[in-house]
């Protein structure tokens, strides 16, 4: 079981499935949503994740058609997102999470639209655009809808 809260308390979550497709999105929405160079996220499972304390106190914010974030209406923390095209799968921003998620982000996307004033210095893959973009990716693994900020 993987927990995750929000920076003041009121919200609280937990994850009893894996985490996958972790990644560094750079897009200008991750960014500006979540107030840093970049956003880790990884996608899980709805089935696998709930909510267990607060979840009065999400507020959702429609960044795209079809696409929401919850955020702790308190302290502004970015704690989930959910999308009408895959609602079994869920968006997870990993720096809300208070246990180590058993993965790591694999690769940087959108780096085209990337901070100027942050240099990636890691040895990840760095794609231009979305992750269906990469030239390795899989195309079992369906597009992601939240894989562009949303």
């Not at 500006?32 to 999400?58: C, L, M, P, Y």
């Amino acid at each position: 079981m993987i927990k995750g809260s929000c920076l003041c308390g009121r919200v609280a979550y937990e994850i009893t499935g894996p985490l996958t497709h972790a990644l560094n999105c750079h897009c200008i929405m991750c960014r500006k949503s979540h107030g840093a160079a970049f956003r880790s996220r990884a996608t899980v499972q709805a089935k696998d994740f709930a909510w267990t304390r607060g979840e009065n106190h999400i507020t959702w914010y429609a960044s795209s058609p079809g696409c929401y974030r919850g955020f702790c209406e308190a302290c502004g923390s970015p704690l989930l997102s959910r999308f009408d095209q895959t609602p079994d799968i869920y968006g997870l921003p990993l720096g809300a999470l208070d246990d180590d998620p058993g993965v790591k982000p694999e690769a940087h996307y959108h780096v085209s639209s990337k901070a100027p004033w942050y240099d990636i210095t890691d040895a990840l893959p760095q794609h231009e655009g979305a992750m269906e973009s990469a030239p390795d990716h899989d195309p079992q693994i369906p597009p992601l809808p939240f894989s562009h900020g949303r």
